[in-house]
């Protein structure tokens, strides 16, 4: 079923509804089909789990066997927490007859029990498994076991992966590192938003998962290609969005896609030709929506970190947040101080740090911030 609206937000649907990214999708597909797995990444919200899925799609429908998985593990806080998701997200699926699935399982998960239940559409096994944590390490390496048996190839997305890093055990990196290396029917994609700790994670001869992958960074989808897109799902409800119009709107959200997507589908429930007041609205309907979450947010924060946000988001972009002009201006403390406040709203994803200076993250606090008075 197709969607009522085609500008998602949210999962994915098929090629139709999604803009661009060919030469990134080849990229991924080319070096997943010759065994290389793949570094992705990109800020949050630009698109990669999009891009994931729209990868494991066409994976899909060149070869329909195959296994494709996706996990998030952005909301995991110790390798615990890790093996239990990773348990849930890779165990019974790639077996087609549910009993073979029970037995495999069976045969190779002894460090604990796991409990089985059935989907109700498809039948497969789900399953899930509690692990102590003197038995982590050897759920791991017979989750790992598993899928070095199937004779089924087998590609997993592990989406924000640098949370690995933030794990209190050690050694983490070097444990996931030695098991998927002796996986020839299984490739990974390791994807994450936060660019420097995956890059470190990637690219220092320091670190575990040195130059094991193809580096792969995301940034903005063609300003043009994004235009086609969105133009002609309006013209195909008979509505008009004008391409210049569309422009302002790419520019004023400097690319990203999550946000133009969400003012474009807004746009489009309208059900009206699109002209600037009505773009205005929007932004301003989205906003109003968001402004309660973004006070309690603040609630959060000095008065100096407060004004550093605002400056940030007066400006739009700054390329010197230490330059003299810059906090002079905005009657910031001194660069000590906003040193050490940016620092701070770097590391909580508040400021996000481009190639052409620093912006508000969320480019709809952003345009809440500059309305507000402090």
Same mark, same amino acid.
């Given at each position: 079923?197709?969607?009522?609206?085609?500008? $998602?937000?949210?999962? &994915?649907?098929?090629?139709?509804?999604?803009?661009?990214?060919?030469?990134?999708?080849?990229?991924?597909?080319?070096?997943?089909?010759?065994?290389?797995?793949?570094?992705?990444?990109?800020?949050?919200?630009?698109?990669?789990?999009?891009?994931?899925?729209?990868?494991? &799609?066409?994976?899909?429908?060149?070869?329909?066997?195959?296994?494709?998985?996706?996990?998030?593990?952005?909301?995991?806080?110790?390798?615990?927490?890790?093996?239990?998701?990773?348990?849930?997200?890779?165990?019974?699926?790639?077996?087609?007859?549910?009993?073979?699935?029970?037995?495999?399982?069976?045969?190779?998960?002894?460090?604990?029990?796991?409990?089985?239940?059935?989907? /109700?559409?498809?039948?497969?096994?789900?399953?899930?498994?509690?692990?102590?944590?003197?038995?982590?390490?050897?759920? $791991?390496?017979?989750?790992?076991?598993?899928?070095?048996?199937?004779?089924?190839?087998?590609?997993?997305?592990?989406?924000?992966?640098?949370?690995? !890093?933030?794990?209190?055990?050690?050694?983490?990196?070097?444990?996931?590192?030695?098991?998927?290396?002796?996986?020839?029917?299984?490739?990974?994609?390791? !994807?994450?938003?936060?660019?420097?700790?995956?890059?470190?994670?990637?690219?220092?001869?320091?670190?575990?998962?040195?130059?094991?992958?193809?580096?792969?960074?995301?940034?903005?989808?063609?300003?043009?290609?994004?235009?086609?897109?969105?133009?002609?799902?309006?013209?195909?409800?008979?509505?008009?969005?004008?391409?210049?119009?569309?422009?302002?709107?790419?520019?004023?959200?400097?690319?990203?896609?999550?946000?133009?997507?969400?003012?474009?589908?807004? $746009?489009?429930?309208?059900?009206?030709?699109?002209?600037?007041?009505?773009?205005?609205?929007?932004? /301003?309907?989205?906003?109003?929506?968001?402004?309660?979450?973004?006070?309690?947010?603040?609630?959060?924060?000095?008065?100096?970190?407060?004004?550093?946000? %605002?400056?940030?988001?007066?400006?739009?972009?700054?390329?010197?947040?230490?330059?003299?002009?810059?906090?002079?201006?905005?009657?910031? %403390?001194?660069?000590?101080?906003?040193?050490?406040?940016?620092?701070?709203?770097?590391?909580? /994803?508040?400021?996000?740090?481009?190639?052409?200076?620093?912006?508000?993250?969320?480019?709809?606090?952003?345009?809440?911030?500059? %309305?507000?008075?402090?």
């Amino acid at each position: 079923m197709k969607p009522n609206n085609p500008f $998602l937000i949210t999962g &994915y649907h098929s090629p139709e509804f999604f803009c661009d990214r060919k030469v990134e999708t080849v990229t991924i597909l080319d070096a997943l089909h010759n065994g290389r797995n793949v570094t992705l990444i990109a800020p949050r919200r630009m698109g990669k789990t999009g891009l994931i899925h729209h990868a494991f &799609y066409q994976l899909k429908e060149q070869k329909s066997d195959v296994v494709t998985l996706y996990m998030d593990i952005y909301s995991t806080q110790t390798l615990g927490d890790f093996v239990r998701l990773f348990a849930n997200t890779v165990l019974g699926q790639l077996d087609s007859m549910p009993q073979k699935a029970l037995n495999r399982i069976s045969q190779f998960i002894r460090s604990c029990r796991p409990v089985f239940t059935f989907d /109700e559409m498809t039948g497969t096994p789900k399953v899930t498994v509690d692990v102590s944590s003197a038995e982590e390490e050897s759920t $791991l390496k017979e989750i790992f076991d598993y899928l070095g048996s199937s004779e089924k190839r087998c590609y997993i997305a592990i989406d924000e992966f640098q949370q690995i !890093a933030e794990y209190p055990e050690k050694g983490v990196e070097a444990l996931l590192r030695s098991f998927i290396q002796f996986l020839p029917n299984v490739n990974f994609i390791f !994807a994450g938003s936060k660019q420097h700790v995956m890059q470190e994670m990637f690219a220092s001869s320091k670190r575990p998962f040195y130059q094991s992958t193809q580096l792969l960074t995301i940034g903005t989808i063609n300003r043009d290609e994004y235009a086609d897109f969105a133009t002609w799902h309006f013209a195909n409800h008979n509505l008009v969005l004008p391409r210049e119009l569309f422009y302002t709107v790419y520019d004023k959200f400097y690319g990203h896609t999550w946000y133009i997507q969400n003012l474009l589908n807004r $746009l489009y429930g309208y059900n009206r030709n699109v002209e600037k007041g009505l773009v205005s609205y929007a932004v /301003e309907q989205i906003v109003t929506e968001q402004s309660y979450s973004y006070a309690n947010l603040l609630k959060a924060y000095s008065s100096g970190h407060v004004r550093l946000l %605002k400056a940030i988001a007066q400006e739009g972009c700054v390329k010197e947040v230490l330059a003299g002009d810059f906090i002079s201006k905005h009657r910031l %403390k001194a660069a000590s101080s906003v040193r050490s406040a940016l620092k701070k709203l770097i590391e909580n /994803e508040l400021v996000y740090q481009t190639a052409d200076g620093y912006i508000i993250y969320d480019r709809f606090m952003g345009e809440w911030l500059r %309305k507000q008075v402090f």
